[in-house]
């Protein structure tokens, strides 16, 4: 398509320049009006019928219609939040088998099927490097369903302008081989079962109130105003794509999580001891 | 009532008579002096302030676009904070979009047309400086606010719910929603104007197939404002209602929905991207055969092209919404239609081509950009073709690759023909050329400026780099891109920094041009920029080209041998000629220099500014004070009973003054606004639709207005509209008594129609805040009711010209014009109270 645009382009401008070349013979009017009906309509209808053929024989392969999809359950439910995303992986019935929040995990080779939701404004879930984007309207349930072909971490950014920090608004996802994301999920569903030790973190982090909005599966949180904390410390990056996950950001983003993210909901907590800001965040760290 | 056009020019009067008629030519058209310059309604003076505000608006667009590429030259920077910047690109788009792109097309058009259909004014020169004046203050109002930190940052689509969230957005949104809405009141009061003007005061003569292709690509864009922004004015009613008083039309969780407004702002965005193009192109179309020094080749194919993009324009706005879960059969078919506005947009560019081919070119300043813009705009076209491919715009979408996309389009197709317009006319102003040397340099700027600028901008896209971010990562790889296209963006402001150095410096010293400088063959160059008449007579047109055509055309204009060359009235005076065949059918008296429209305008602002801030006794005042304006405006200065019902306007032709019905310009003005309300009324009750298909009981289990009082409002609005027509019926025959009698009745029998139609919805105490069902009631409710007290004052209006003889059987274009209201009202009326009575019945 780059290509044959491409030699459009030159063809026409070409023959806007010989056209503008002042030595030359004037072609007839008739020559002329053979030249608007061949440029002008024959030529475009021939190439735009058949790019759009292929357009739309390739619609169907690249998004499988509603009905195909009703037999395929959403395997994952995915919300956008500003400006983080809630994501649920789901059983067999459709209920959640646990929360994460903005590091999706993937099987390669198979095709995923997502629903997806908002909770505050318009967002767009989008994997660059997997496929095209689909809407997350409040009030409304989108479902796309995704077939990465490599294993590998792909970032992926919201696109639909939602509002301050819009910008840094991204999830990471890993596509890994299936024995792999079985093995992970496995372990995830398990971790509720399974009681998270003392650390004077753990303490501070329910004495200065984070568990009001935080899950972390095996301890008593079970906020659900923000992202799910369960094994922070595996994930790729904090602040939903903002920040690589280093113990020091993570302190960072208590301290003043407005500066790093304009108009995020969380509250600064910079007023706390930097001690205790600095023990939760290596109890945080260090949940993997 | 029509007159034969006599082809051969009159013979030529004795010198001592012409400088008589000049004297009073000149006296009739002259431009006040000091302050009261600026209360000058001539359509040279209009079109040069709406063009040079809409000019300065535009660099200051410029000025924010570069403020944001200064911010993404490099990632991760702090130039400015996250809000500044969602301001920026906010105001970016909305100002390029509103206060530049569509306005100076309405400005060139109100300076342009005149002179190049032959005649000496548009037929409604207050309603140009009513609009303009709107135009300039809700243009400074929403520009303004970025200074306060009140600037709207939601982007320029606004979508909910993002936009109605009171605490993200702040005033900003009002500031966008009440200040644009102010600005498309001017739109469409200019797309009146130019409807009007081109259909009814060409030159006697000029057929509509003689009509030189600016006016029928304008004529065909005014004709898409009037269907393209009232689908946005009734979207930005739902939307300031959700705002100022909580009414959920976008709110998911009381049954309203975020996709309505994306539905309307797209049905008015698209056609938009057209409205914005197509008046370009028409400016190539007179540059192009000028240059080539020969007619367009083509004329009919081009003329239908144009015609082609303006319909297919408006089926295809759904490709701005291709990722939001839509029906895949849906898509494929906006995607086909997409692709097939390609067709006429070929068509035209070959047509330009071919006439290059065909003619022996010269290669100057204008012609430079022109052809340099079409270079650009191609390949904006072809990355539209690309992305008009539904599965090429799931990834696409929402990428820089559509910044790209777009700018190529608009730059491309847009700002460079304004440039070479700007080249090619400025002669008209002064009499002078800008300068080859300057033109040559800011060209090649603008040029490499652009495409360094934007073309990185393809890439960056496509290696998923998302529109509207302030801010992106280091590590992976846009920074290069973004750097390259903030440098080239300087470059590019340096090119339109040099043309308007070109155009202020100072040239007194520099000599005048020759009159028709380039030797053009329509009629835009022949007057004098010396002389505020325009014409100093109204040629008669058997040519596209008259010019070229017709011998000795421009010699015997100004010896005043055609018709009007002279003001024996005393007043501004314009032929009007029938829409087909250009006969000669009255000799129209145009409104003169006035105050009043200022006033208008400016209390008209003041009711959109005070409604921003909730002041509702300023709001009130200042409505108060409009309609009185508005009323003084049409009492003193419409339809007004002349002396003599015969005048000679030359040529041995006698014309009458005072015209009604549909040979009256003002017909044709009610007739097109009431096309243009009635289209944000079918958008209103698409609304009603849409919820209706969104939901299995639409009225979310909420009390309806019942049967009986819509169906009693919907009775006395009939039987008003029974009354309306027997006024008009007794006013033809002579009987103003009762002529006055049923005007009374009808006004009392609106007045009960209002009561009526409010009291459903009110005693059935539907509460509009608690569902979206109640509140879409209410809207269309309120709207045909307002509708219905502007009738009332309509009548009442007749009534008050009855009883002081300015309305009589002869004298009858009031209530001619104010019947053709109610037709369009009883419509209204029976549509609302019938949809809304018997509907949740019927469902």
Not at chain 2, 194 to 209: F, T, Y
Not at chain 2, 563 to 590: H, I, K, M, N, Y
Request: proline letters at 6%; aromatic letters at 14%; a neutral charge.
């Amino acid at each position: 398509m780059v290509v044959g645009g491409a030699i459009i382009w030159a063809l026409v401008v070409g023959l806007l320049l010989y056209a503008g070349h002042a030595r030359r013979e004037p072609i007839t009017a008739r020559k002329a009006s053979w030249l608007i009906l061949g440029g002008g309509v024959a030529f475009p209808v021939i190439v735009l019928f058949c790019l759009l053929a292929y357009a739309v024989w390739l619609m169907p392969q690249i998004r499988p219609f509603m009905p195909a999809l009703m037999d395929n359950k959403p395997q994952i439910e995915a919300t956008g939040e500003q400006f983080w995303w809630r994501l649920r992986y789901l059983d067999d019935g459709g209920n959640t088998a646990f929360e994460t929040a903005n590091e999706l995990r993937l099987p390669v080779g198979e095709r995923t099927t997502f629903r997806l939701k908002a909770a505050d404004v318009i967002h767009s879930f989008w994997i660059p490097s997997l496929g095209g984007k689909m809407d997350m309207i409040p009030g409304r349930d989108n479902v796309l369903s995704l077939e990465p072909t490599k294993t590998g971490v792909y970032r992926a950014p919201c696109a639909e302008f939602c509002g301050t920090s819009h910008a840094l608004m991204a999830f990471s996802v890993i596509v890994m081989e299936r024995p792999d994301f079985d093995a992970w999920r496995q372990s995830r569903i398990e971790a509720a079962a399974m009681p998270q030790p003392a650390h004077p973190g753990r303490d501070l982090f329910f004495r200065h109130g984070c568990a009001a909005c935080h899950t972390i599966a095996g301890t008593p949180a079970i906020g659900r105003i923000g992202p799910d904390l369960t094994r922070i410390g595996e994930r790729q990056t904090i602040a939903a794509g903002t920040l690589a996950n280093t113990k020091d950001n993570i302190a960072r983003f208590i301290r003043e999580p407005d500066a790093i993210k304009p108009g995020v909901e969380m509250p600064a907590f910079g007023m706390l001891p930097d001690g205790d800001i600095e023990a939760i965040a290596a109890w945080l760290g260090g949940l993997k | 009532m029509s007159a034969n056009v006599p082809l051969a020019p009159a013979p030529e009067a004795p010198p001592e008579i012409r400088a008589a008629q000049e004297e009073r030519l000149r006296k009739v058209w002259t431009t006040p002096s000091g302050w009261r310059y600026w209360t000058s309604v001539n359509n040279t003076e209009i079109g040069l302030w709406y063009g040079a505000a809409a000019f300065i608006f535009m660099l200051f667009a410029g000025l924010l676009g570069l403020m944001v590429r200064v911010q993404l030259a490099v990632p991760e920077n702090t130039f400015i904070s996250a809000d500044l910047f969602n301001q920026a690109f906010t105001l970016h788009g909305t100002i390029m979009m509103f206060l530049f792109a569509v306005p100076i097309f309405e400005a060139v058009a109100i300076y342009l047309l005149p002179s190049m259909l032959g005649t000496r004014e548009l037929p409604f020169p207050r309603l140009s400086a009513f609009g303009f004046w709107s135009f300039a203050l809700g243009g400074v109002f929403v520009c303004g606010s970025i200074f306060f930190n009140a600037a709207p940052n939601t982007g320029w689509f606004m979508y909910p719910p993002l936009a109605t969230d009171k605490e993200y957005s702040g005033i900003g949104a009002d500031i966008w929603l009440l200040g644009l809405s102010f600005i498309e009141v001017a739109s469409i009061a200019a797309a009146v104007e130019l409807i009007v003007g081109i259909m009814k005061c060409r030159a006697p003569g000029m057929r509509i197939n003689l009509m030189p292709l600016f006016a029928w690509y304008l004529l065909i864009v005014a004709g898409m404002i009037l269907f393209a922004f009232p689908p946005l004015i009734a979207g930005d009613i739902l939307f300031e209602m959700e705002r100022m008083f909580d009414w959920p039309f976008f709110d998911a969780a009381r049954g309203g929905d975020p996709l309505l407004w994306q539905h309307l702002f797209w049905i008015f965005g698209h056609p938009e991207v057209y409205i914005i193009f197509l008046p370009a192109i028409a400016i190539m179309a007179m540059v192009v055969p000028t240059f080539s020094q020969r007619p367009i080749v083509g004329y009919s194919w081009i003329v239908l092209a144009a015609v082609g993009t303006g319909f297919l324009s408006f089926g295809l706005w759904v490709h701005h919404m291709f990722a939001t879960g839509l029906p895949q059969m849906s898509l494929a078919f906006f995607s086909a239609a997409s692709e097939a506005v390609a067709i006429p947009t070929g068509v035209q560019i070959f047509v330009f081509i071919a006439t290059m081919l065909a003619g022996r070119v010269i290669f100057s300043v204008p012609m430079l950009f022109g052809a340099g813009g079409l270079a650009i705009f191609i390949i904006g076209g072809l990355t539209g073709v690309m992305v008009a491919l539904v599965p090429f715009d799931w990834q696409a979408h929402d990428t820089y690759f559509i910044v790209a996309h777009l700018h190529y389009v608009l730059i491309g197709g847009m700002l460079f023909p304004v440039v070479a317009g700007i080249y090619y006319y400025y002669p008209l102003l002064d009499g002078k050329k800008l300068s080859d040397r300057l033109g040559k340099i800011a060209f090649w700027l603008m040029f490499t400026g652009f495409n360094t600028a934007f073309f990185p901008m393809h890439f960056a896209g496509l290696r998923g780099m998302p529109r509207r971010v302030f801010t992106y990562p280091a590590d992976v790889g846009w920074d290069w891109f973004n750097m390259i296209s903030t440098i080239g963006a300087f470059i590019f402001a340096a090119g339109v920094g040099l043309v308007v150095i070109d155009v202020v410096r100072p040239k007194k010293k520099q000599p005048r041009c020759p009159e028709n400088p380039w030797n053009a063959g329509t009629l835009e160059f022949i007057g004098s920029p010396d002389e505020k008449w325009g014409v100093r007579s109204v040629p008669v047109i058997h040519s596209r080209y008259p010019v070229w055509d017709q011998k000795d055309l421009v010699e015997n204009i100004s010896a005043g041998r055609y018709f009007l060359p002279d003001s024996q009235s005393g007043q501004r005076e314009t032929l009007v000629t029938t829409v087909l065949d250009a006969r000669p059918v009255q000799c129209l008296r145009v409104g003169g220099t006035s105050v009043v429209t200022i006033v208008a305008a400016l209390s008209l602002g003041g009711v959109f500014i005070a409604l921003t801030f909730h002041w509702w006794l300023v709001t009130i005042a200042c409505a108060v004070i409009t309609l009185g304006a508005i009323l003084y405006w049409l009492w003193t200065g419409t339809a007004t009973i002349p002396e003599s019902d015969d005048y000679d306007v030359g040529m041995g032709v006698r014309l009458p003054v005072y015209a009604s019905g549909p040979d009256s310009v003002g017909w044709w003005a009610m007739f097109i606004t009431m096309v243009g309300d009635g289209t944000a009324y079918a958008s209103l009750i698409f609304g009603y639709f849409f919820y209706w298909t969104i939901h299995d009981d639409f009225t979310g289990g909420h009390a309806g207005p019942g049967v009986f009082w819509p169906m009693v409002a919907l009775t006395l609005f009939v039987i008003a509209w029974g009354a309306m027509l027997a006024a008009r019926s007794l006013n033809a025959h002579d009987r103003p008594r009762l002529t006055q009698a049923a005007l009374g009745v009808a006004a009392l029998l609106s007045l009960g129609g209002c009561a009526a139609g409010l009291a459903g919805p009110f005693a059935y105490e539907m509460d509009p805040t608690l569902y979206v069902y109640p509140a879409i009631v209410w809207v269309v409710a309120i709207w045909t009711v307002v509708h219905g007290a502007v009738g009332i004052i309509m009548q009442l209006y007749c009534l008050a010209r009855s009883l002081t003889g300015r309305m009589t059987a002869r004298y009858d274009m009031d209530i001619d014009n104010v019947v053709l209201y109610w037709h369009f009202m009883v419509i209204t009326a029976v549509t609302s109270f019938g949809v809304l009575g018997l509907f949740p019945l019927v469902r």
